[in-house]
């Protein structure tokens, strides 16, 4: 959470916590697949696909005016 406020001073609010919010969904569903064996169907991994795009999109392709 600190190095989160600390990015906030240079990126604008939405876009940190929208990417925030997109690689801790990445991240649990990896521990998810890794501890717990659990393994996403179709749609799901289609959801986080779409989910990184967009974090993909705002990062690169947003204005961070």
Known sequence: MY???IVMKS?????TYAS???L?????TLV?????N???DFYTIVGLIL???GVLI????????
């Open 3 to 5: 190095t989160l406020s």
């Open 11 to 15: 990126i604008p609010v939405g876009v």
């Open 38 to 40: 659990q393994m996403p």
């Open 24 to 28: 801790c969904i990445i991240a649990t």
């Open 58 to 65: 705002v990062n690169l392709l947003g204005k961070t005016n």
């Open 32 to 36: 998810g697949i890794y501890k717990f």
């Open 51 to 53: 989910i990184i795009a």
């Open 20 to 22: 925030f919010a997109g």
